[in-house]
């Protein structure tokens, strides 16, 4: 592959070269010397020349970074022969990457048939193509440089390349191309958490709890369950609803057990009264047939202690009046056997001091007291007469 320097102005001249098979060598360098000056005459006579011309279309007048951007190519042949361009490609003169492309991918053709192939071009005519591509990040502040290269088709039976199977030759250009870029001309063309400062896409920071979108900060629906209504809970800064189980509700953003009262039932996560009779109570979340004590009536949906009076006993869920004698007295509704003491005699079902009594019998107990101390002082006399032999 050949690349020739394209002149100033981006004007590209091509000459060809040939070549012949095997054979003796003084006939080989006879038919060399002819083949050299045949080359020479018809690079005089006919020579390829190529002028092309490079114009660059963004979306706005300033080019952007990572857009999209297209290039109109417009290929002038200032020679006296046909030639046909089989590609021509925009070259990112630091990374050497393509910028943009055309290229003829079908079978070789022949720029002296009518077969379909590259760019055709007749001697002083001209054809434009437009190629497109994405606008890299430059290497340059704001300053993209690229340089075409572009293959033109062999002419039929060359006899220097067809031989080795050569359809076309590559030429690039060492007069480079620019393009002015910048990286932004509003917030919009930059990324989310980013707006555009000085052309220059720059970064924010945004407050805990807080997101860039649209370039701006924008709250999240929560940071913890206690921005949720109390039936959900805070996942990934999003209100989620709780699932809870049967037996639960929600409650504080999170799945409590249920704890029905008694006359109480469970439906749907909720504690739901019971509907009992009259003569019904709700035990352990059921209605249950009342069943009173003796000393109980029956009112709706539960029992009730009797309001009897001291003298008043319980029968049969009724006050009953006491039929007690004069030994017994009234207690806890029932009749009880008077316990009184010695001294004490029973008047009206009480106990009561009998006054007689109690001197009498105080005067007894003085009378022994005073008995045991002169048995005592007669004790005590005695022990010292003994002691004082």
């Not at 290039?71 to 630091?94: A, H, R, V």
């Not at 990374?95 to 943009?100: D, F, I």
């Not at 991918?105 to 379909?116: F, K, M, R």
């Not at 309001?307 to 008043?312: A, I, L, R, T």
Request: aromatic share 10%; with cysteine.
């Amino acid at each position: 592959m050949d690349c020739k320097n394209l002149p100033a102005g981006n004007r590209n001249t091509v000459v060809k070269k040939s070549g012949l098979g095997e054979g003796n060598m003084e006939l080989k360098n006879r038919i060399f010397f002819f083949a050299l000056l045949l080359v020479f005459l018809m690079s005089i006579s006919s020579a390829d020349a190529l002028i092309y011309y490079i114009r660059t279309q963004c979306a706005a007048d300033t080019c952007l970074v990572g857009e999209n951007a297209s290039w109109q190519i417009t290929l002038e042949n200032d020679g006296d022969s046909k030639i046909e361009i089989t590609s021509f490609e925009l070259i990112d003169y630091y990374t050497t990457k393509s910028l943009a492309s055309y290229i003829y991918t079908g079978l070789p053709t022949s720029i002296y048939n009518d077969a379909p192939g590259g760019i055709k071009i007749n001697p002083f005519k001209n054809e434009s193509i437009v190629i497109y591509g994405v606008l890299p990040k430059p290497y340059e502040y704001r300053k993209l440089i690229f340089f075409p290269c572009f293959s033109i088709a062999i002419r039929q039976g060359d006899i220097y390349h067809q031989p080795k199977d050569i359809r076309d030759l590559r030429y690039c250009s060492k007069v480079n191309e620019s393009i002015f870029l910048v990286d932004c001309l509003q917030s919009s063309d930059c990324g989310e958490a980013e707006v555009c400062d000085g052309n220059n896409c720059a970064e924010f920071g945004c407050a805990d709890c807080e997101y860039a979108a649209n370039h701006t900060c924008i709250q999240y629906a929560c940071c913890s369950s206690d921005s949720c209504n109390y039936t959900e809970y805070c996942s990934e800064n999003k209100c989620e609803p709780l699932l809870c189980s049967e037996t639960e509700a929600p409650a504080n953003h999170s799945c409590e057990q249920l704890q029905c009262r008694q006359d109480q039932y469970l439906v749907n996560n909720t504690c739901i009264d019971l509907v009992c009779l009259d003569d019904e109570e709700g035990i352990n979340h059921e209605c249950q047939k009342l069943n009173c004590m003796y000393d109980e009536i029956q009112v709706p949906h539960r029992c009730v202690k009797l309001d009897c009076n001291e003298m008043q006993g319980f029968v049969n869920h009724t006050c009953v009046d006491l039929q007690c004698n004069e030994m017994q007295e009234y207690f806890n509704h029932t009749c009880r056997d008077l316990d009184c003491y010695f001294w004490q005699d029973i008047s009206g079902r009480r106990c009561i001091n009998n006054n007689s009594k109690i001197g009498f019998y105080s005067l007894e107990a003085s009378i022994i007291l005073l008995i045991a101390a002169i048995l005592i002082l007669d004790i005590f006399k005695l022990r010292s007469k003994i002691q004082g032999l």
